[in-house]
């Protein structure tokens, strides 16, 4: 079986760690066809630090280059090269958010699902090690009944240190800020576990019409699940620190800083499952394992990467919070 032809379109911090881990991969199974930003400083660390990957001239040349096309470029221009790739018959594995128009958002999904694209949306969690622990110590019983979630969020600054090279719109309410890009992750996990998310209430502080959010406060509920969130900037040492934490009336669980599934014991202690480890080191192996749903994905054969359908759920609810 020949190898996924895999294209890049954007050569952020995102698309330079896709890369990074489809150079890595097996060969066979996946293929870099070559990568397009229209930054030329882009491209010139591209040559720089992967020399035999191909620069490509345009989106367009990307798309005709590959089976399959990772989107990574900023919000704004997902769809029209998410629509691009689907018409010429090329899989789809994009960034998130899928748009920063909600309506734009649903009619592209509403084509996509009515036209059986092969599209998925980058969420890692759906290959997570640590998110396999947790499930498992919950359908072990670790829990008993879940009666509350909480998800919490904070950062030193926003956006993120390694950021800086995308801070031109990450900065800004109109594409960036931390609900969209680490929020949503976590409102991911959560509808996948417990079911469709409805916003009760919510508030989002901004410092000025132009810059994005730099505190949020909401009320959902995961199916029957009453769900808190929480997320500010200013308020740690920490680049980028999480939780979400699931109470039952059993126990606890939580995922802390993206990879560390941890269990309550009796004394209130908070204990790492025995092979966790940190999401420097943890991430390389997760993206493999999105790697290889993306090969399945391009193939036609079954694997659980985030729907559009799951992703425009997201997006619905992080928009709203963002709103009025």
């Known amino acids: 079986m020949a190898p996924v032809a895999l294209s890049i379109i954007g050569f952020g911090i995102m698309g330079e760690r896709l890369l990074g881990a489809a150079m890595a991969h097996d060969p066979h199974a996946i293929r870099v066809a070559g990568v397009w930003d229209p930054s030329p400083q882009a491209l010139g660390r591209l040559e720089r630090t ?148 409805v916003l009760d209430a919510h508030r989002a502080d901004y410092p ?34 999480n939780t979400w934490t699931l109470e039952g009336d059993a126990g606890a669980v939580r995922l802390c800083d993206w990879s560390l599934a941890e269990r309550r014991g009796a004394d209130g202690a908070w204990r790492p499952a025995p092979d966790a480890l940190p999401n420097e080191k943890i991430r390389p192996l997760v993206l493999r394992r999105q790697l290889d749903k993306v090969a399945r994905l391009t193939r036609g054969e079954p694997q659980n990467l985030a729907t559009l359908g799951e992703a425009l759920e997201v997006q619905e609810i992080v928009e709203a919070m963002l709103g009025p």
């Open 50 to 197: 992967f020399p035999a990957v191909p620069g490509l001239a345009s989106a367009e040349a990307a798309i005709e280059a590959a089976n399959c096309v990772y989107i990574a470029s900023p919000p704004s221009t997902h769809l029209e090269h998410a629509r691009r790739a689907l018409e010429g018959n090329r899989a789809v594995f994009c960034e998130k958010p899928l748009a920063v128009d909600r309506a734009a958002a649903r009619a592209f999904v509403a084509v996509a699902e009515a036209a059986r694209g092969r599209a998925a949306v980058n969420f890692p969690f759906a290959s997570s090690f640590a998110v396999e622990q947790l499930k498992a110590w919950i359908d072990q019983g670790a829990t008993g009944m879940p009666r509350a979630l909480t998800i919490e969020v904070a950062f030193a600054q926003w956006p993120r240190p390694w950021q800086h090279d995308a801070a031109a719109w990450l900065a800004r309410r109109a594409q960036g800020g931390f609900t969209r890009e680490v929020v949503s992750h976590f409102l991911f996990l959560t509808r996948r576990l417990f079911g469709p998310l």
């Open 208 to 241: 000025n019409a132009d810059a994005s959010e730099r505190a949020i406060e909401a009320r959902l509920r995961a199916g029957a699940l009453p769900v808190t969130l929480s997320g500010r900037v200013g308020v740690t040492d920490k680049p980028d620190h």
